[in-house]
């Protein structure tokens, strides 16, 4: 029942999408087909058809010193 | 125990040397002794805002090369005994001074003052290596811009990188009125999106305008930004006061209009 987006609403997810695009190294474009990919998928499995779903993905950069490097993102409303 | 923060953004024009400004004077009117440092050798203007561009000798620049004695170099503020600046070279670039001779100079206004205040140039290259070397804490300014945000969030992740131990986020020029239409982001919404702790949220406010005119920083005053600002400082110091959000009550004719947009 999303009839009108506000303009502070549309700079949020724009914001968003633009902030996982450069987190993952990841082109915008290819971000969005990976979305909705990732979207179609969930849904075929799971019976979600009033819920909203988030996907946490977390990177882990080990290097040879065995270190952990995290970076943590969230991928909201699929 | 003295705290040395840095005042950075990423992006130019979100309010940096405003915010300095005003938490220095803040910090300097509840009694902390306190030091403005202008890092942005070249594109010096933090001495523009306070008022004090007439009373310029020497510069960071000639401290860090020796040329004076760092007591020679701080200026004091016309209004507030404690508050110093000690004004950039104009004449210089960035690559005048190396992020090294930031921490020795920043170790050595420790020994004299409570607070240091280090406005940072905007970008991420050498001037903000330099101002964030010497620095115990960061203040991120940031607009509920899309620009703005997103450079918050690249200097975020390079003070983080870097060890900052503590990274809080001050968010300028909101407009009530705006984030009530829903068209500009809330202050709620950039925290999310940035997931940092919050130090103060300024609305856009006339009052900036004429106190830069003037070259009067207006925290304190019983203007809107002069009250954020002055109770940001509060909150530097560690004391717990509550920061609201500008959103507001809707006016009546608002609801009316926000009822015939849902319809």
């Known amino acids: 029942m999303r009839t009108h987006r506000t303009s502070g609403t549309i700079a949020k997810d724009r914001l968003e999408h633009m902030l996982i695009s450069d987190k993952m190294h990841v082109d915008p474009e290819v971000l969005a087909q990976m979305k909705r990919e990732m979207r179609s998928l969930l849904r075929k499995y799971i019976n979600a058809e009033h819920m909203r779903l988030d996907v946490q993905v977390r990177l882990i950069n080990v290097t040879e010193q065995g270190e952990e490097n995290v970076k943590t993102i969230q991928i909201k409303g699929l | 125990m003295s705290e040395v ?30 030091v403005l440092v202008d890092t942005d050798i070249g594109l010096r203007n933090l001495d523009v805002v306070m008022g004090l561009e007439n009373r310029i000798v020497y510069n960071l620049v000639d401290v860090v090369e020796g040329n004076c004695r760092l007591k020679q170099a701080l200026i004091r503020d016309k209004h507030h005994p404690n508050l110093y600046l000690l004004p950039a070279a104009q004449t210089k670039d960035k690559s005048a001074v190396t992020p090294e001779q930031m921490k020795k100079l920043a170790e050595d206004l420790r020994a004299h003052f409570d607070y240091i205040l280090l406005d940072c140039p905007a970008g991420i290259e050498q001037g903000f290596k330099n101002a964030v070397a010497g620095a115990d804490r960061a203040i991120v300014v940031t607009t509920p811009e899309v620009s703005a945000i997103r450079d918050a969030d690249r200097i975020i ?3 983080e990188a870097g060890g900052m131990k503590q990274i809080d986020l001050l968010i300028n020029r909101l407009r009530p009125d705006l984030i009530r239409k829903g068209d500009m982001m809330s202050v709620a919404d950039v925290c999310e999106i940035l997931a940092l702790s919050l130090i103060g949220a300024v609305p856009d406010d006339a009052g900036i305008v004429v106190s830069t005119n003037q070259g009067e920083p207006l925290a304190g005053n019983d203007t809107p930004s002069g009250q954020a600002f002055f109770n940001i400082a509060r909150r530097v110091m560690g004391e717990s006061v509550e920061i609201p959000d500008f959103s507001g009550e809707l006016s009546f004719l608002e609801k009316m209009r926000s009822f015939f947009r849902k319809g």
């Not at chain 2, 300095?20 to 300097?28: F, Q, S, V």
């Open chain 2, 5 to 34: 923060i840095v005042v950075t953004s990423g992006k130019g024009g979100v309010g940096k040397t405003t915010a300095t400004a005003n938490i220095g004077t803040g910090l300097a009117k509840l009694n902390q002794k306190t």
């Open chain 2, 157 to 159: 992740g390079l003070l």
